[in-house]
């Protein structure tokens, strides 16, 4: 028995997944010779082809109903006045309506009350009566013939949440009183076109984004500069700042961050990509992955773009992991660090980095001599090391291809032996020296360590 039970568990069928809106009334009128026409005939051949051309839009995967296009003035808004001028919708059903194209508005401008303790949710209602005199006086329509007669859907904006004689209705909008003004709830409808010229909805949580996106952006352009972070840890930052470029790229396209919008894509695509530029920055913080997955939902965008918000906001607190450095500075004969750091002290590598301020007249020979005689030591060990020709701090050089990347031929790199007697007396002196020699005048030099977990 229990091994029957088991198979019925086991052998259950997924979740069946089926378009929205649904089409249902597909098959075409059959049309015969001879036979008496009738206006209902015609009704039902039309019912079928908008359904077709419902259900191939709907076929391409995405939900396919909710707000298109949706304009009113911010201006009036805020006042108190919701003047709706254009708006395009797919209802759940499928019917699509587009002001001023096949509806109208029955009343063009909604009075909001003087304050509000909550939000006040708005409604679009789709009237059962069609527009009594058809299109006429409508501009778009106005080279119609006489013998043309066309369905004008009839819509009215309201608060409350039903009304009589109505056909369909749709939650649109919520709005809310505050700061002495009238502004958008947070609640935000279907969508299926995005921008920031589209509708007026999640511009703020977006707008938060691209604050975001462009501070990491500053932060890992530090880090691709960093000339001692090791060659994975570069490109891995290298990879992370290309995805910072995609994603902003795409932002923009949609009006955010950018003073144009050019495109108006469905919501998932955009959603999408900031979901993939999540784990972007999960991967190059090597932390783990909180609240997945993060799941698109049509009908809760506010609910799936501010999780999403949320995450990249955890995620783009990236800390500063620059390699600190210490540069040294001229001191008569001497170029001389400044006081070590007390992370200093305590690193366990340390980089000295020497580049040149220009192109040398001598060339890559020149440069490569004059840094083979740089000897390192503490302040008083220096004249000791120079005049009996000892090696000073032992050095090795590290030829690293993301180094080059970064300063191009100008620059070279040596790891310090930090378990050495004259590197533990520069530590104990707390600063470290080398002769100005001939052909040093366009060097500058400084230290650089790596903190634990950098690198």
């Known amino acids: 028995m229990d091994e029957v039970k088991q198979q019925d568990v086991s052998s259950q069928d997924p979740e069946v997944w089926r378009p929205r809106p649904s089409f249902r009334k597909l098959a075409l009128h059959r049309w015969e010779m001879g036979q008496v026409l009738h206006p209902a005939q015609f009704r039902a051949q039309e019912e079928a082809l908008l359904e077709h051309l419902g259900l191939r839009c709907a076929l391409g995967g995405l939900p ?62 789709l009237r059962n009566e069609r527009r009594p005199d058809d299109a006429r006086d409508l501009t778009q329509y106005q080279a119609d013939g006489p013998e043309v007669r066309r369905t004008i859907y009839q819509v009215e904006i309201s608060a409350e949440p039903g009304l009589e004689n109505e056909q369909r209705r749709m939650k649109l909008a919520e709005l809310r009183f505050g700061d002495g003004r009238w502004a958008l709830a947070p609640y935000v409808p279907p969508l299926l076109c995005l921008g920031s010229g589209t509708t007026p909805f999640l511009r703020d949580v977006l707008q938060r984004i691209v604050t975001t996106v462009g501070e990491l952006e500053s932060e890992l352009v530090k880090r691709a500069a960093d000339s001692v972070a090791g060659t994975e840890q570069l490109s891995e930052v290298r990879r992370v700042l290309i995805a910072v470029y995609r994603v902003r790229a795409a932002l923009a396209d949609h009006g955010y961050g950018a003073p144009t919008q050019t495109v108006a894509l469905h919501p998932f695509y955009l959603f999408a990509a900031l979901r993939d530029f999540t784990l972007e920055t999960v991967v190059l913080q090597g932390r783990a992955v909180d609240t997945w997955p993060l799941r698109y939902q049509h009908d809760d965008l506010q609910v799936s773009f501010e999780q999403l918000a949320q995450s990249l906001l955890r995620g783009l607190s990236v800390p500063t992991t620059v390699s600190p450095r210490l540069p040294f500075h001229r ?100 600063a470290l020296c080398f002769a100005v020699l001939p052909g040093f005048e366009d060097f500058t030099a400084a230290l650089f360590w790596q903190s634990p977990g950098h690198g």
Request: net charge negative; glycine share 6%.
């Open 64 to 125: 396919s109903y909710g707000v298109a296009r949706l304009h009113w003035s911010d201006a009036q808004l805020a006042s108190g006045d919701l003047a709706i001028s254009a708006f395009t919708v797919v209802l759940p059903s499928g019917l699509l309506l587009d002001y001023p194209g096949n509806a109208v508005l029955t009343t063009r401008n909604l009075a909001l009350p003087a304050k509000a303790s909550g939000p006040v949710p708005i409604y679009l209602h």
């Open 331 to 430: 001191d008569e004969y001497w170029f001389v660090t400044r006081p070590f750091p007390d992370e200093l002290c305590a690193a366990k590598d340390v980089f000295l980095l020497l580049e040149r301020e220009q192109q040398a007249p001598g060339g890559d020979s020149d440069f490569s001599h004059a840094v083979e005689d740089i000897k390192l030591a503490s302040p008083l060990r220096a004249e000791e090391v120079y005049t009996k020709a000892l090696e000073g701090v032992p050095r090795r050089s590290i030829p690293s291809l993301s180094f080059a990347q970064t300063f191009g031929n100008r620059a070279t790199v040596f790891q310090l032996d930090c378990q050495s007697r004259e590197w533990r007396q520069a530590v104990t002196e707390r």
